[in-house]
């Protein structure tokens, strides 16, 4: 219902009979879904075991696997990313690496590495002081590479920030795999749900907008094909925030802009007009709040 392309099957699919992994890979198949395995990384240190696992996942027609828990960065382990790549690649597995250091670039000579955590994102359950880190990521652990932060939730697990804070983090906190971390079911009752399920992995440009700055705010405009997001986050201070839309082009844009709604952050305002690149949006943010705006040119 979502769109969406991919689901990452925890550790309970190594319960499963053969028959029982195929027949949830097929009937994902069949709804347009690719399925990932989640495998811990210590049962794939010898070759054997790697070749027996990728081989696996290709014969039953699994798109990719997450594997997790590296933990640190001695030799082995490093060794070990290289040798999880090249035997992954020759059975045309996608990757993941959760638990995992950042990253060095090795994406550029094994294009099936399609993200890695090393960050702490939402599956740090307790984490204090939500909204000044989501403000600082995108201009520290960003700067090396994607990160699987597993965006967007509207529990309690949120903590300081708002749902709209959760939204426009998924044009934010983004990577070539965005996994997200709602519970479907929020997502499809969401009153941003058509905004949220066009928000796309890759982008064609990204503009970093002034008045962002490193723990405060983040301020986004990016671009896929004709279509521009405006994606902000704010930190823990209120404030106000007046974006110019020259980024456009010319013309005139279909708008869908999401914004903050009651105090206690668990609602969003829905905002749909027309706008031009002359225009200014003006975007009052309450502590923790965001802002997401999808422009969409009229032909």
Not at 98 to 112: I, L, S
């Amino acid at each position: 219902e979502l769109g969406f392309e991919h689901h990452v099957i925890e550790g309970v699919w190594s319960r499963w009979t053969t028959d029982e992994r195929k027949d949830v890979v097929e009937y994902s198949k069949r709804h347009g879904v690719g399925v990932w395995f989640w495998k811990h990384s210590r049962s794939l240190r010898t070759p054997e075991a790697r070749e027996g696992f990728f081989e696996m996942l290709q014969q039953l027609g699994v798109t990719g696997a997450k594997v997790d828990f590296f933990d640190h960065e001695h030799k082995e382990l490093i060794d070990l990313y290289e040798a999880l790549l090249r035997t992954a690649a020759e059975h045309h597995i996608l990757l993941v690496f959760h638990g995992a250091d950042k990253p060095t670039g090795r994406e550029r000579t094994w294009p099936n590495e399609l993200v890695r955590e090393a960050v702490k994102g939402m599956e740090a359950s307790r984490l204090p002081g939500r909204a000044r880190h989501q403000v600082t990521l995108p201009f520290t652990r960003y700067l090396a590479g994607p990160a699987d932060y597993t965006t967007m939730v509207f529990s309690a697990r949120r903590g300081d920030t708002t749902w709209a804070n959760q939204i426009a983090s998924d044009a934010i906190l983004n990577s070539p795999l965005q996994t997200i971390a709602a519970d479907p079911q929020t997502i499809l009752t969401n009153p941003a749900v058509d905004l949220i399920k066009s928000v796309p992995s890759v982008w064609d440009e990204t503009i970093v907008l002034p008045g962002s700055e490193i723990g405060e705010v983040a301020a986004y405009a990016r671009r896929s094909g004709d279509t521009w997001f405006l994606a902000v986050m704010n930190g823990p201070d209120e404030r106000s925030l007046n974006i110019p839309l020259s980024f456009l082009a010319a013309g005139e844009y279909e708008a869908m802009m999401v914004r903050d709604g009651d105090a206690g952050g668990t609602e969003v305002k829905v905002e749909h007009g027309t706008v031009r690149r002359t225009d200014v949006v003006k975007i009052p943010l309450s502590g923790g709040g965001g802002f997401l705006g999808r422009f969409r040119r009229r032909h």
